[in-house]
């Protein structure tokens, strides 16, 4: 029997079924039809800006060509992907958005694995037609581990979505109007977000690459292998990028219960200590190079004779909270193997006895995966720096407050910043310290559930929702929601409107 929440729909004489409230692009990707799309992407939803998802409604309301990540499913709808004024429509806007682009995929580094590449090639166009003056910009500096390369933008707006909506960083953005749309930063200099390096693979095109990698391979030439980040406790899951046995980068890989479609730049640029040429590349006994054999056979020797001198007791196995899982894990198997009589991974006592009591206290039914904490409608942070200790974290607790969860940090010490994810590291070690929490002058007054007073100084009020938290950027009459989602760019207008003296770059 059908929930009553399922909707059902033919795209290409194909019967689909998905819940209520899923696009008609959603729909056709979940029966593995592909249509073309650049401004949608699963973690960010719709925006309607690439305009290349077109279909054709046969039966269904409204009837006609549409967007297909615009247009909600709806029960009895016929849709066709491959109608011809719905491809003719498609093609046109590839070929109108290649108008612009410099044709460098021999030099770019996303060539292999760019969606441009292969939805321009899928559509079928060819041949340029326009033989006019490209538009061209100038290519900012954004850091030691980020390419930018503006002249391939097409304006689908995922990064700027991303940096600023979904991970809450503020000195990146999107500038200038009509069909001179350019993102970026006011000025040169790194990006600040602990999130940046997923403009890399959130772009659809190779407006962003990876600095750390850049001209070092193409993407069939890299070993990739599944594997678990191991630079926290929260396991995200990442793709690590190798050619001949060097570490050249690592991608996000998806996981929905744990990290998303993201990872944190520590886990994304911490390549350095994997390919140190101080790191041995060889097993060494007594400072001479030996084979891995002949070194675990010294090393059971010696452990032989310790063992018989000074009893198993005397021996202690060390692991780390940094370590791998697996290593900790081998770590313990070692002890019972040699019968040691320590096994430690902490070096301070108070902070082993806390983690050992809050582990026993975690079960199957009170565990939470991040995916459960991007849902939750109340998350309480218990004196820890989510974004130097869990970035993760922090981009998980930022999405339940941008669902409208209320955020509680308790403690005296905790970065109130660390709970909304938008203070970057560097930006909270070059500025004064600040109060646990703000005033209530930092709390948007059209909240109601905006403080009044001073909250006490014990007892920091939870984070207010998301409307209206970047300044100006609340509800105002007369201004559309693409001003109201993108801050604006600084450019004082005399005798202008609109709020701070600033004239709207995005029409």
């Given at each position: 029997m059908n929930h009553p929440n399922e909707i059902k729909l033919i795209i290409d004489d194909i019967p689909v079924e998905v819940p209520e409230g899923t696009s008609v692009l959603e729909a056709a990707l979940s029966v593995d039809i592909t249509i073309p799309h650049f401004c949608w992407h699963p973690a960010l939803g719709k925006a309607g800006a690439c305009r290349v998802c077109a279909v054709k409604v046969l039966e269904g309301s409204p009837r006609g060509v549409q967007m297909s990540c615009m247009l909600p499913a709806q029960d009895g709808m016929v849709v066709s992907t491959t109608d011809p004024e719905a491809v003719a429509l498609r093609k046109g806007v590839i070929e109108w958005l290649m108008i612009n682009h410099p044709h460098d995929c021999p030099v770019c580094d996303e060539g292999g694995e760019c969606q441009l590449q292969d939805f321009t090639i899928a559509g079928g166009h060819g041949l340029r037609r326009y033989d006019g003056r490209k538009r061209t910009y100038t290519n900012q500096y954004l850091g030691e581990y980020i390419e930018h390369e503006m002249n391939r933008c097409i304006q689908c707006y995922r990064c700027a979505r991303f940096y600023q909506e979904y991970a809450g960083a503020t000195d990146f953005g999107v500038m200038g109007r009509g069909n001179m749309i350019y993102f970026g930063r006011q000025g040169d200099g790194p990006l600040e977000s602990p999130f940046s390096g997923n403009l890399v693979d959130i772009c659809p095109t190779g407006v962003f690459t990876d600095k750390t990698a850049r001209f070092r391979a193409r993407y069939w030439d890299y070993d990739l292998a599944p594997s678990v980040c191991p630079h926290c406790s929260l396991g995200c899951n990442i793709t690590p990028a190798a050619r001949y046995r060097e570490l050249l980068k690592v991608i996000a890989r998806r996981n929905d219960s744990v990290n998303g479609w993201f990872i944190c730049d520590r886990g994304r640029f911490s390549n350095g200590a994997v390919n140190a040429p101080e790191r041995p590349r060889q097993a060494l006994a007594d400072n001479r190079p030996v084979s891995?054999?002949?070194?675990?056979?010294?090393?059971?020797?010696?452990?032989?004779?310790?063992?018989?001198?000074?009893?198993?007791?005397?021996?202690?196995?060390?692991?780390?909270?940094?370590?791998?899982?697996?290593?900790?894990?081998?770590?313990?198997?070692?002890?019972?193997?040699?019968?040691?009589?320590?096994?430690?991974?902490?070096?301070?006592?108070?902070?082993?006895?806390?983690?050992m009591e809050a582990a026993s206290l975690l079960t199957t039914a009170n565990a939470a995966s991040l995916a459960d904490v991007r849902k939750a409608d109340l998350v309480a942070i218990m004196e820890c720096d989510l974004l130097a200790e869990a970035p993760m974290m922090a981009l998980a607790v930022r999405q339940a407050w941008r669902g409208g969860a209320r955020v509680y940090v308790v403690g005296c010490d905790v970065p109130f910043d660390s709970a909304q994810g938008t203070k970057t590291l560097a930006e909270r070690s070059r500025s004064p310290a600040s109060p646990t929490h703000p005033g209530p002058d930092s709390v948007p007054p059209d909240r109601p559930d905006a403080p009044r007073t001073r909250p006490g100084a014990g007892c920091p009020p939870p984070l207010p929702a998301p409307g209206g938290a970047r300044g100006w950027s609340g509800s105002r009459p007369g201004v559309c929601s693409r001003t109201r989602s993108h801050p604006a760019t600084p450019r004082p207008v005399r005798g202008s409107a609109t709020p701070r003296g600033q004239r709207c770059p995005h029409c």
């Open positions: 891995c054999d002949e070194a675990m056979d010294a090393l059971l020797e010696r452990l032989t004779e310790f063992l018989e001198l000074n009893g198993p007791a005397s021996l202690a196995i060390v692991g780390s909270p940094r370590m791998s899982l697996e290593g900790n894990i081998m770590a313990a198997r070692l002890r019972e193997l040699l019968g040691a009589g320590t096994l430690s991974y902490f070096d301070d006592r108070l902070q082993a006895e806390r983690t």
